[in-house]
């Protein structure tokens, strides 16, 4: 099981009791519901460094929490990522979020510490896939968190899963050189087929086509973007009928919201949690992500 909770004063990644992972990212929650369970069962929790890894033999759930400094963010970046890649080698990565701290600083004479992050996980890719990276590369996001940990939650596993892109969104990895000298690394959704049932991931989505950020400083306008842009994914990801939709929200600071209409986003009935983020683009006040479950029936 993979816990992901809210909450959270300082970001913190843990095994429970119960063998548990849970993640703790230092972000503040406007919804009832603080945490999302991943119902993956069973398996052996173990601590690897800066890693917690549990591992059923079908799925691989892990977490990690690291301190980021002025000087290093591109070196923690690699480091965690490095890990990451070590523990997942010969599995297929499904799904990764990333809490970045102070996402949008810029510590003087260097870029903003949302590309230098950028710079190290595309670095780390390349590192593991060289000439491959692109077609590895699962749904994901990357919000602000507060403190100075840089926190990242992966889920990863041995079928094969497929990844899906937006026709009406440049592909991230393909973003020009103005957002970062090296693009995000992450697929828009990826979907696949476990032993734990069939999982549909949509990555981090706000009011973007192509690669312009829309409507800066309206939020609704950006959060009608934002539903079109999810419901095309949906839309891409296929005839899944889910048992449970998770919609997580992160709503920057500055927005002044509290509150979205989770149900239009969505497309649909939804478990939402809402939670306090800055986005990784500065104009933009709100971004969603979903994940999507179907147990698979007992007969195959
Ligand atoms: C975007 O569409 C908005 O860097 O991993 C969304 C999802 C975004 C993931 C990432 C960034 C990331 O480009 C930002």
């Known amino acids: 099981m993979l816990v992901i909770r809210f909450g959270a004063t300082e970001s913190r990644v843990h095994i429970s009791p119960s063998g548990e992972i849970v993640a ?28 917690v890894w549990c591992d059923n033999g079908d799925m691989l759930c892990g977490a990690a929490a690291a301190r980021v400094g002025e000087t290093d963010f591109e070196s923690v970046t690699g480091r965690l990522y490095d890990a990451l890649f070590a523990r997942t ?5 499904y799904r ?3 809490h970045v701290p102070a996402i949008n600083a810029v510590a003087p004479g260097r870029e903003e510490n949302y590309k230098r992050f950028c710079l190290g996980r595309a670095s780390a890719f390349e590192r593991e896939y060289p000439g491959d990276c692109e077609r590895r590369m699962p749904a ?3 919000v602000g968190v507060g ?6 939650v992966v889920i990863a596993g041995r079928a094969k899963p497929e990844h899906f892109e937006n026709p009406e969104q440049t592909p991230a990895y393909r973003y020009p050189q103005k957002y970062g000298p090296k693009p995000p690394s992450f697929a828009r959704a990826t979907r696949v087929r476990t ?3 069939e999982w549909a991931f949509v990555s981090g989505t706000a009011a973007i086509k192509g690669s312009d950020s829309l409507h ?10 934002t539903a079109e842009n999810l419901f095309i994914m949906r839309r891409a990801i296929g005839a899944l009928s889910p048992s449970t939709v998770l ?13 979205v209409d989770a149900r239009a986003l969505a497309g649909g009935p939804c478990e939402p949690v809402l939670v306090s983020a800055d986005i990784c683009r500065s104009e933009l006040l709100l971004e969603c992500e979903l994940t999507l479950r179907t147990p698979l029936s007992s007969t195959p």
């Open 147 to 152: 403190g100075d940990r840089l926190v990242i």
């Open 96 to 98: 990764v979020w990333n």
């Open 89 to 93: 080698r010969g599995l297929h990565l």
């Open 247 to 259: 919609l997580r929200t992160y709503l920057k600071p500055a927005s002044g919201r509290v509150s």
């Open 24 to 51: 703790e990212p230092a972000s503040p929650v406007f919804s009832s519901v603080w945490e999302e369970r991943f119902p993956i069962p069973g398996g052996v929790a173990t601590h690897e460094g800066d890693w």
């Open 140 to 142: 994901a996001s990357a």
């Open 216 to 225: 800066a400083g309206d939020f609704d306008a950006q959060s009608r973007v």
């Open 195 to 197: 032993r734990c049932g």
